[in-house]
Each structure stands twice: as C-alpha cells, then as structure tokens.
C-alpha cells in the first residue's frame, strides 16, 4: 500500500480515511515501544473538543535535538499545538512532558533533510525515495535550497524538555 501523499502544496491535506481507521494501533504500539526506531505517540488536548487527542509520529535527531514534522502541513494536531503553548505529552514506553517550539520557515529545510535520512536508515533506499515523492513531492537527493522552497507547507517542531 502507497503511503498517503502529501505533496500536493496545500494548506492542510485530510489523512486517508484507512489510515484514520488504525491510527489507534500506531498509538498503541508507539505507546508501548514496539514501534519503529524514533517513533513516539503525542497526547494533545484538542482545542475545541477539550479530549485527548494522540498521534503516532517520528521525532527525527537532528543537531543534538529531535524534531517533529508536520507531513499533512498544517493540520489539526499542529493547530492543537499552537492552542497548548506547545505544552504536549510524549510517550514510547515511558511518558514524558514537553514543549513543542515551532522552527520559522527559514529554519526548516535542514530538519526536513535529516527526516529524509532518517527515512533511508528506517527503510531503505526505496522506501525513503517513496517517501520523498509521496511526503514532500521531492527526490530523495533535494538539496536544500530546493528543500527550503517547499518548507512553508510543512511546519516542524523542537522537542524540547517541559
């Protein structure tokens, strides 16, 4: 199965309707470590419903930090995050609080470069191509200016410590 495309250079890209139907499985997976390398589940109050709202996503390592990636752009759980101060809470294994601090756009080709990396060390090369095509609508190979040229439609986030 293709993953969800996110190229299109949209505001906010809805997720599949059979990714939403499992998005409880990555949470419980995530939650309890048995997920891949980097994965972590995020607990978010939702800003209109005031419920718990959680997410499977990679934190990516990048400079001594580790980063979020906003694939679908600015979607609900970015919007949450904002709402929250970034005040989110973290799990794999063992739950954590942090603080989210969102990159200005000048700032985010470098993370998006590493989060392609990262893709080539999970998956492999193919794998990580897709994902380039399929996430961002680039080669594996985007340089950086022409990753910066893309970055608007995706906002990325520091972890940092709460």
């Known amino acids: 199965m293709d993953p969800q495309s996110y190229s299109a250079r949209t505001r906010y890209r809805r997720p599949a309707a059979w990714y939403l139907r499992l998005n409880w499985l990555g949470v419980a997976l995530t939650s309890i470590g048995l997920a891949p390398r980097g994965a972590v589940t995020i607990a978010i109050r939702g800003r209109k419903t005031g419920k718990i709202r959680?997410?499977?996503?990679?934190a990516i390592p990048h400079g001594g930090a580790r980063y979020l990636v906003a694939l679908a752009g600015e979607s609900q759980w970015v919007r949450n995050v904002r709402a929250a101060g970034g005040r989110v809470?973290?799990?794999?294994?063992?739950?954590s609080d942090v603080t989210l601090v969102e990159l200005p756009v000048e700032e985010r080709a470098p993370v998006l470069r590493a989060y392609l990396d990262f893709a080539k060390g999970l998956g492999g090369e193919k794998s990580a191509a897709q994902q380039a095509e399929f996430y961002f609508g680039v080669d594996l190979d985007a340089t950086l200016p022409e990753l910066a040229e893309i970055a608007t439609h995706y906002p990325v986030f520091r972890i940092d410590p709460a």
């Open 54 to 58: 959680r997410l499977p996503i990679l």
């Open 89 to 95: 809470s973290m799990r794999r294994g063992r739950r």
